[in-house]
């Protein structure tokens, strides 16, 4: 057990510190993509392979956890997460070309992959079963509040310094946050075993022991879908603003800020919601249905349409789509085998990052294809609506909490 000097708040405020500097080190090319598309001579819809190509490190990364956070610890995991990020966005600042840019992709994938499950491996050794999903939704706070940052600075730092100086500030904050980790490191991975061997002989390990339960694997499945969305809102939505409803970088981040704020209020909201009144099941049919809304509504949208509205729009779409996942990690980490949360969560996010993965790509070929950021927009209500259906229309016990 970990000493509780280091106390459950504590535990919380530094997972939540650094999951939003590497979130903030994901959005931050996203939330320039035009001025990045313009200084590489390539189309802004070339965002959603940038995307990809960070996932899929994110992905391996992910699966490797597990063993690392168990010889290392949580922190010391962190902390090399946060320098990959690091070293990733300083790659893609100093030496910017294509190839530059996807190796600094997979950098920053490979920095992203371990922090959820490094956090969920100390969140869920100091959370009462009672708080569980609300606490674990407020640490998951730290993906939009990241966005928020993103969306509030990148562009500002864009315009005061060039698409250089906007990077490595991101690029400092993460080394600040590994920095800071390490006054905790002594009481937060006093659980590690140094003496623990390292086994990566099988990357499935994790993916086979989420497909293996049947809870599990249907959580891991909605996941694909609810990821795809959220993903393509992040990415696409600054381009989507500037290039087809005509706002300037700024204000389209001003958006994006927005919208991330939107999933922070809806992170914490959706978790006390789950904790105290519906089931996990039924929150997450919930939340599919507004994405699904969202999505439409989004599509619907023209130039012209008064910022209000389309603040309002985003903000719903946030909520709804950067809201979800709180619930879902706080699940996983509660149906998880013990001592396994963090294997669990790593399986677990190897499904959602597939569907990071996939859906910005298919987002960006569909409206390349038909030269449409609203067909795409519409099309991304699809899924979001069958999964809804799914989850009100057929008994997923899995997903249902068991009386007290």
């Not at 992910?62 to 946060?82: H, M, T």
């Not at 939505?237 to 981040?253: D, E, K, P, R």
């Not at 249905?289 to 012209?304: E, F, T």
């Not at 991304?380 to 229309?393: D, E, K, M, N, S």
Request: a positive charge; aromatic letters at 6%.
């Amino acid at each position: 057990m970990i000493r509780m000097a280091t106390g459950a708040w504590t535990v919380l405020a530094i997972t939540l510190a650094i999951q939003a500097l590497v979130s903030m080190a994901v959005l931050a090319v996203p939330a320039m993509a035009p001025a990045m598309a313009q200084s590489l001579k390539v189309s802004p819809t070339l965002i959603g392979p940038y995307v990809a190509i960070l996932y899929i490190g994110a992905m391996l990364a992910s699966l490797l956890s597990g063993p690392l956070v168990i010889r290392y610890g949580a922190i010391r995991v962190s902390q090399a997460g946060l320098l990959a990020c690091a070293l990733g966005l300083a790659l893609l600042a100093l030496a910017p070309s294509l190839a530059a840019t996807a190796v600094g992709a997979v950098l920053v994938g490979i920095g992203y992959g371990p922090i959820t499950p490094a956090s969920s491996h100390l969140l869920a050794k100091t959370t009462p079963p009672d708080r569980v999903a609300l606490v674990f939704s407020i640490k998951q706070t730290g993906v939009p509040v990241g966005g928020v940052m993103a969306g509030a600075l990148v562009p500002a730092l864009l315009l005061m310094g060039g698409t250089q100086a906007a990077l490595l500030a991101v690029a400092a904050g993460n080394l600040a946050c590994a920095v800071l980790a390490q006054a905790l490191r002594a009481d937060l991975d006093s659980d590690r075993e140094p003496g623990r061997a390292l086994s990566f002989t099988s990357l499935a390990g994790p993916v086979k022991l989420v497909a293996s339960h049947p809870q599990l694997s249907r959580l891991a499945r909605l996941s694909f879908i609810f990821s795809s969305v959220q993903m393509c809102l992040a990415t696409y939505l600054v381009t989507y603003l500037h290039s087809s409803l005509g706002y300037s970088l700024v204000v389209a981040g001003a958006v994006l800020a927005a919208a991330q704020a939107g999933g922070v209020v809806g992170r914490i909201l959706w978790g006390y919601v789950a904790d105290r009144w519906l089931q996990p099941r039924r929150m997450l049919g919930v939340l599919a249905a507004l994405m699904a809304i969202c999505c439409a509504a989004a599509a619907s949208l023209q130039a012209g349409a008064s910022l209000s509205l389309v603040v309002a729009v985003m903000v719903a779409f946030g909520a709804s789509a950067t809201g979800w996942n709180g619930v879902f990690l706080a699940e996983v980490a509660r149906l998880a085998p013990v001592g396994m949360a963090s294997a669990a969560t790593g399986g677990a996010l190897a499904v959602t990052f597939l569907g990071v993965v996939l859906g910005p790509m298919l987002f960006g070929a569909l409206a390349g294809l038909t030269g449409s950021y609203r067909v795409a927009f519409m099309a991304l209500a699809v899924p979001a609506a069958a999964c809804c259906w799914g989850l009100f229309a057929r008994p997923h016990p899995g997903l249902t909490r068991p009386p007290a």
